[in-house]
T-cell receptor, first 113, second 107 residues
Framework: DVKVTQSSRYLVKRTGEKVFLECVQD?????MFWYRQDPGLGLRLIYFSYDVKMKEKGDIPEGYSVSREKKERFSLILESASTNQTSMYLCASSLGTPSYGYTFGSGTRLTVV | GQQVMQIPQYQHVQEGEDFTTYCNSS?????IQWYKQRPGGHPVFLIQ?????EVKKQKRLTFQFGEAKKNSSLHITATQTTDVGTYFCAGGGKLIFGQGTELSVKP
């Protein structure tokens, strides 16, 4: 089974802190994604990457950046955390062909205080 | 930009009743995927539809992709308590997700 591992299940950070969310997948998937999930809003795409060192903005990239230095790892960075970034963050990966769907990690629930 | 709308937002059913969730896109979709998220869990891929008018079945679940490839539906026959969760549709190359339909099943 493909495994997508997110480094933390729960995280509490202070406003203004720089926050790193790590995601690692073990099945050599080309594509990796970061979503945030909020009640009533579904999953919203923050950033995605189709290859190492490649990144593209999703629908809500403001306040975030990403890094993909190795194929298996995709990091989400909150440059200066704010309370409106309190959310569930989900990482996902997929093969180049979409027919196998996305495999999601268990999520990181981030609270910014 | 492309939007994917899903209705209803919530559905409460008695065990044994049927359930349907609908997904509508503002633009034609190259594909539609469906995911299930159990309470406290993460989304899990169920199926992908690609062809206009396509219908696929997984046991009690029936998935349809509209002729114009702008809408889709998921129908569950005779719901069980194990069907509880939120069902998401997602479409397009960049996978835009709908808001999800939260299904609760009363035994």
């Amino acid at each position: 089974d493909v495994k997508v591992t997110q480094s933390s299940r729960y995280l509490v950070k202070r406003t203004g802190e720089k926050v790193f969310l790590e995601c690692v997948q073990d099945m050599d998937h080309e594509n990796m994604f970061w979503y945030r999930q909020d009640p009533g809003l579904g999953l919203r795409l923050i950033y995605f990457s189709y290859d190492v060192k490649m990144k593209e903005k999703g629908d809500i990239p403001e306040g975030y950046s990403v890094s993909r230095e190795k194929k298996e790892r995709f990091s989400l960075i909150l440059e200066s955390a704010s309370t409106n970034q309190t959310s569930m963050y989900l990482c996902a990966s997929s093969l180049g062909t979409p027919s196998y769907g996305y495999t999601f990690g268990s999520g990181t629930r981030l609270t910014v205080v | 930009g492309q939007q994917v709308m899903q209705i209803p937002q919530y559905q409460h059913v008695q065990e044994g009743e049927d359930f349907t969730t609908y997904c509508n896109s503002s633009t034609t979709l190259s594909n539609i995927q469906w995911y299930k998220q159990r309470p406290g869990g993460h989304p899990v891929f169920l199926i992908q539809l690609v062809k206009s008018g396509e219908v696929k079945k997984q046991k009690r679940l029936t998935f349809q992709f509209g002729e114009a490839k702008k809408n889709s539906s998921l129908h569950i026959t005779a719901t069980q308590t194990t069907d509880v969760g939120t069902y998401f549709c997602a479409g397009g190359g960049k996978l835009i997700f709908g808001q999800g339909t939260e299904l609760s099943v009363k035994p």
